[in-house]
């Protein structure tokens, strides 16, 4: 199973958006009207999360399902210019060794973008992000709060593998819209939402916020959808990965158990057997399950292997990061498929039948 020539283009046109921490404006605007176009209903707090629904039909059994994913991705925030120099803020989790000599390239609305190079940075105490020193390209004058993105190629693909700007975690935001498209034209009337929240970068902001005020019902699950760094078992190309974990905790065993079942039948299944899954802790971030988890809500995850995590490449180089198609494919089958499932009800319910009928037969010989 692939994705279609209209998946695709979906994709690349999701990853190509600009964004970065507390700027994710664009990426907001393209949701919005592709909710619209697609006959989404779209509600948004007022802290920018936006919250899309499949109302589906009728009485339902069990909590709707929540899809969840991050509009940003780490970037800068212009602060000013002085001569061919400007001042900006990087905000989002990558070494300090990588800035040096790094080109930089600005988005000013409705102006052409602006290239530069980071020639020093330095971290801010208080806030804890770096400040950058940018030599321009040309010397401009741009509005405060302008974002910046390294400056590298938005898609490459060759064969399976897609090199990008942007995959943590604007692949995450595509594969939400496209399972809620799938989910809608299957026909099945469940009840599902898509979460996609801000400042994910810099300690789950966005997705606090969405907790705080009530955006999210606390009833209902939360299935979170990542990229995250390959592992030496959980390589490119080795299938999606059913998070159990990341660097910080564990998820709901219940909700892991029915995504585990779920993507054993996809990959045993006659029209599905091409795609493959693993699952594995993954601690090579943090994600916003983790912080719902702490939150109260029941979370778990699913997540892309991904290489150059956060644009850091060999040699301390930024470079762009790297997905494979069928691990995407086989992600967004799997939500596609555990939407349809009642939350409510786990695999691990079977088992502790069958463990407590063995009991029953076999105590006696204790």
């Known amino acids: 199973m692939a994705l279609s020539p209209e998946e695709l283009v979906l994709l690349k046109e999701v990853v190509s958006l600009p964004t970065a921490p507390f700027h994710e404006q664009r990426v907001q605007a393209f949701i919005r009207k592709w909710a619209v176009a697609e006959e989404f209903r779209i509600t948004a707090d007022c802290h920018g999360n936006l919250l899309l629904c499949f109302a589906g039909k009728g009485r339902q059994k069990g ?19 002085r001569g061919r120099f400007a001042s900006a803020w990087f905000r989002g989790g990558v070494l300090r060794e990588f800035f040096p000599d790094a080109c930089v390239r600005f988005f000013p609305e409705g102006q052409p973008s602006v290239r530069g190079t980071v020639r020093s940075v330095q971290k801010h105490k208080e806030s804890g992000f770096f400040r950058c020193r940018i030599e321009l390209d040309q010397s401009v004058d741009l509005p405060e709060g302008t974002l910046g993105m390294w400056d ?39 009840r599902v939402y898509g979460l996609l929240t801000r400042a994910e970068e810099v300690g789950f902001v966005g997705a606090l916020a969405a907790a705080q005020n009530g955006l999210i019902d606390p009833r209902w699950p939360v299935l979170g959808i990542e990229a995250s760094r390959e592992q030496s078992h959980v390589p490119l190309g080795g299938g999606a990965v059913v998070r159990v974990g990341d660097a910080m905790t564990l998820f709901d065993p219940a909700l892991t158990a029915i995504l585990r079942k779920t993507a054993r039948d996809l990959s045993s299944g006659r029209k599905t057997h091409s795609l493959r899954y693993i699952a594995s802790l993954m601690p090579g971030g943090s994600t916003e399950s983790t912080g719902l988890a702490l939150m109260g809500f029941r979370t778990c995850a699913v997540c892309l292997p991904l290489g150059n995590y956060h644009n850091m490449g060999s040699g301390s180089r930024i470079a762009p990061e790297k997905i494979h198609l069928q691990d995407l494919a086989a992600l967004i089958a799997l939500l596609e498929s555990v939407v349809q499932s009642n939350p409510d009800v786990s695999p691990n319910s079977a088992l502790k039948d069958r463990l407590l009928e063995n009991y029953r037969k076999r105590s006696p010989l204790l």
């Open 63 to 81: 909590a709707p399902w929540v899809l969840q994913a991050h509009m940003d991705h780490p970037g800068f925030s212009w602060i000013k210019r």
């Open 152 to 190: 590298l190629p938005e898609w490459r693909r060759r064969g399976n593998m897609l090199s990008l700007r942007v995959a943590d975690d604007l692949c995450g935001v595509a594969s939400v819209l496209l399972a809620l498209r799938r989910h809608k034209s299957s026909g099945c009337n469940r």
